[in-house]
């Protein structure tokens, strides 16, 4: 069986609703737009799913000019496109353990927010002046033990406001046997938008991507430097932003290690921007 691009998202707000592509111009950064706005409270920290479901309700969609936001119960709102202007104050902001900046889009999308989710809370672009790179303790030693495969593999990867690395593969086949597992314990499946994947690979054995070093796609190779470790947000369906115990139960069963419950690899990516398409071939690199 091929193994190709079985499908594509990016996620303009963090832990906001995703958006499906056939085709996308790929860069070291991510898809287009990926995470490059991210929602943070009165206090300033930034917000997830984890702490506030209902960001799952917000759907995002991209045009030539603007960024719009729909909700349930909500008129639509628009976010000018254009990237903000680098002598426009910085916000302090830290994701995690990385400290960047963002920009303010200002008092109307905040209240949109605000009365959506219920509490204070604004929205950052990513600014001009923000240089946030995916982690070199992961990173480093990957490029060092892969160098006959990418000999030419950049050290840094700057990428916005995702988690901790700009890519995010998942096995077609891994959401299948969880769902196989699910239906043998009478639970219903769950869709892949639970996973939040940025590229999703078709032809690979269950888990398989655990035991890559990485995938060329095109002209571009992928480096898979790092598993990823699993929050509760799968548990929260992505359509209602209702959580339930499932499937996290099941993962924790059969996908727990020393670092946390595992499903999909982080990665970062060589070379210039590149267009990606859904059917594209992927040429798998075993980590030997």
């Known amino acids: 069986m091929p193994v190709t691009v079985h499908s594509l998202y990016s996620y303009p707000i963090k832990s906001c609703a995703g958006i499906a592509h056939t085709q996308a111009l790929v860069s070291p950064a991510g898809l287009p737009y990926d995470r490059n706005w991210v929602i943070v409270d009165a206090r300033g920290i930034f917000m997830t799913q984890r702490t506030c479901a209902r960001m799952a309700l917000i759907q995002p969609a991209l045009d030539e000019e603007f960024l719009r936001l729909s909700a349930p119960d909500m008129a639509d709102i628009r976010v000018p496109l254009r990237p903000a202007d680098p002598a426009r104050a910085a916000v302090p902001v830290r994701i995690w353990k990385s400290d960047t900046l963002g920009a303010d889009e200002g ?3 905040a209240q949109w927010l605000s ?21 070199p303790e992961y990173v480093g030693p990957w490029i060092d033990k892969h160098r006959d495969w990418a000999p030419e593999f950049p050290t840094d990867h700057q990428f916005a406001f995702a988690d901790g690395y700009p890519f995010l593969f998942i096995g077609q086949a891994s959401l299948d046997e969880l769902n196989r597992r699910l239906a043998e314990r009478g639970v219903a499946p769950v869709p892949m938008n639970r996973f939040r994947p940025s590229i999703v690979i078709a032809g690979l054995e269950p888990h398989e991507e655990d035991y890559l070093a990485g995938v060329g796609i095109g002209t571009r190779r992928f480096g ?3 598993r990823c470790a699993r929050c509760p947000i799968p548990n929260i369906d992505q359509s209602t932003a209702v959580s339930a115990d499932e499937p ?31 059917g594209d071939e992927v040429e798998p690199e075993f980590d030997l």
Not at 249 to 277: C, K
Request: proline content about 5%.
């Open 248 to 278: 996290g139960l099941t993962l924790v069963r059969y996908r727990s290690f020393d670092d946390g419950v595992l499903f999909g690899v982080n990665a970062v990516m060589d070379g210039e921007p590149a267009p990606i398409r859904v």
């Open 224 to 226: 898979f430097v790092k």
């Open 107 to 109: 008092e109307a999308v």
């Open 115 to 135: 009365r959506h989710l219920g509490q204070a809370c604004r929205l950052l672009r990513v600014h001009p002046q923000a240089r946030r790179v995916a982690n």
